[in-house]
């Protein structure tokens, strides 16, 4: 069990590493059991050391999400992984994920061989997606994962979509953790802002459903939330941010039509977080090149 020997608490940090789309976000906010990071079948779109806060009886998880580890194309991805390599030297445990659908491959050896470089956290090794796999291919993938390092705590295979072995995992992670008090209060589950937390919402609406070179090209940035007076409405508006003219035109759509589903899909998700019913005003700008240009990704904070 996790609790420490003296009957103590344990606490401590954790990330989720591999390649993109192996499931991390969706295993990120599985555990915390709320939504935190963004998930969408479109790779690469986590880009902020993301917390979710797990509370246990005999404990707490502190999930650091990181973007997927990635070849970079442009300034914006090798900031990613710069933001992985520092997230990655100061957990306590790392979990390595694969997918049961897809034969392990360079891209998962690569990263985990490159796990060598923070002896200072323990290993476990997660075969996610065993919802959309047969028993034989878990099993294979347990087998090739298992393979891939000596120094694995556990290897877990689970799913984050059905729930299968998430508690198997919360408890193997807690019990590698250092003992000591709760790092956050209970009833949080994040430390982001509510405004890093309604762009991330946001973002993701507008990443439905188009085309692949968009994903990178779209940055939100919240301008202003403010309640209005006399009345159970807040006011929130955002710009979406993309890098050229034909994207502005995607994701406006025809007579607007596309940007009303984002705006309609981003305001289903942040009204819970509010707690009130919100208008949502969004307008879409062009940042040229913004993904290459160091003065514009600080600025749409990266």
């Known amino acids: 069990m996790s609790e420490a020997r003296d009957g103590g608490m344990r606490s401590g940090f954790v990330t989720f590493v591999g390649r993109p789309n192996v499931g991390k976000s969706t295993l990120t906010n599985a555990l ?5 990071a963004i998930t969408s079948a479109k790779p690469q779109t986590t880009r902020r050391a993301i917390r979710g806060i797990v509370n246990r009886p005999d404990g707490q ?3 650091v999400d990181t973007p997927g580890i990635h070849k970079p194309r442009t300034l914006l991805g090798e900031r990613l992984n710069d933001l992985v390599e520092q997230v990655l030297g100061d957990v306590d445990v790392i979990g390595f994920c694969v997918p049961a659908t897809e034969k392990v491959g360079p891209g998962d050896r690569r990263i985990a061989a490159s796990l060598d470089g923070y002896p200072r956290a323990k290993k476990i090794a997660i075969v996610t997606k065993t919802d959309a796999a047969d028993k034989d291919d878990v099993v294979e993938r347990l087998m090739e994962v298992d393979s891939l390092r000596e120094d694995w705590a556990a290897v877990i295979p689970l799913s984050s979509i059905t729930r299968d072995q998430l508690d198997v995992l919360a408890d193997e992670v807690l019990s590698l953790m250092p003992e000591g008090p709760a790092l956050y209060e209970e009833g949080v589950v994040t430390d982001e802002s509510l405004e890093d937390r309604i762009a991330e919402i946001i973002r993701e609406a507008a990443l439905e ?3 692949d070179e968009l994903p990178h090209s779209i940055a939100v940035v919240v301008d202003d939330i403010a309640r209005r007076e006399d009345s159970d409405l807040t006011d929130v508006h955002a710009s979406i941010v993309v890098e050229r003219d034909s994207q502005k035109a995607i994701i406006i759509g025809r007579k607007g039509a596309r940007l ?4 309609a899909t981003a305001r289903a998700g ?3 977080l509010i707690g009130t019913r919100v ?3 969004l307008h879409v700008r062009v940042a040229k090149e913004w993904q290459r240009d160091p003065k514009q990704l600080g600025r749409l904070g990266f």
Request: hydrophobic letters at 50%; zero cysteines; charged letters at 30%.
């Open 32 to 36: 915390v059991g709320e939504k935190i």
């Open 61 to 63: 998880l502190v999930i």
């Open 209 to 211: 459903g188009v085309r």
């Open 260 to 263: 009303r589903d984002v705006g």
């Open 270 to 272: 942040i009204e819970p």
């Open 279 to 281: 208008f949502l005003g």
